[in-house]
């Protein structure tokens, strides 16, 4: 099946700067590969999605950009703000099962004031 | 809008007791998934149903079991709870082809 490996596992960062969350995966026929937000007593939630015939895509202060031949993916935040506080996690479909998605560990990412 | 619900949002059970967590959700989604989320473990797929009365086993199913004898509800069991399944259990839905999943509250269950 899918690996999914994401850095870092926490990420603190003052409010109004950028940041950025990295996924790594293993299957080279892996296309697409969402984020997921989960704020603090939530549910999880999609924020942004890619699908592997693009390289970056953009929904107003947060972008998904694709690396396909180094397998990697990668979230990025600017102008932080205090919601955006909590707890994002990557994945990506299941090699032995579409339907699936193997998600990584997670990063508690925190906006400082 | 998609609604995911389960049955409890806390439950304290003692060790041996039979457990029962319920899904229900309201899209007519064929597929639903069982996940345990463990801080820094990320989320775990335990079962996946994608038709009634179908399953598969994900990553953890070992101590639990699913039932699915209606499309819209999945039941996770635990046959004989144990301190280890103390954990964040979130049930997630989505349509046959698609990828997105929309997920539940969770239920935060503590096993003593």
Redesign the interface.
């Known amino acids: 099946g899918e690996n999914v490996e994401q850095h870092p596992s926490t990420l603190s960062v003052q409010e109004g700067d950028s940041a950025v969350i990295k996924c790594t995966y293993s299957d080279s026929a892996s296309n697409y590969f969402p984020w997921y937000k989960q704020e603090l007593g939530k549910r999880p939630q999609l924020i942004i999605d890619i699908r592997s015939n693009v390289g970056e895509k953009k929904d107003q202060r947060i972008a998904v950009t694709l690396n396909k031949t180094a397998k990697h993916f990668s979230l990025h935040i600017t102008e932080t703000q205090p919601e955006d506080s909590a707890v994002y996690f990557c994945a990506a479909p299941n090699s032995g099962s579409a339907r699936q998605l193997t998600f990584g560990s997670g990063t508690q990412l925190t906006v400082l004031p | 809008d998609v609604k995911?619900t389960q049955s409890s949002r806390y439950l304290v059970k003692r060790t041996g007791e039979k457990v029962f967590l319920e899904c229900v959700q309201d899209m007519d989604h064929e597929?639903m998934?069982w996940?345990r989320q463990d801080p820094?473990?990320?989320?775990?797929?335990i079962y996946?149903s994608?038709d009634v009365k179908m399953k598969?086993k994900?990553?953890i199913p070992e101590g639990y079991s699913v039932s699915r004898e209606k499309k819209e509800r999945f039941s996770l069991i635990l046959e004989s709870a144990s301190t280890n399944q103390t954990s964040m259990y979130?049930c997630a839905s989505?349509f046959?082809?698609g990828?997105?999943?929309y997920?539940?509250?969770?239920t935060r269950l503590t096993v003593t």
Do not use: A, I, K, T
């Open positions: 995911v597929n998934f996940y820094g473990l990320g989320l775990r797929l996946f994608y598969e994900g990553d979130l989505s046959s082809r990828l997105e999943q997920f539940g509250p969770g």
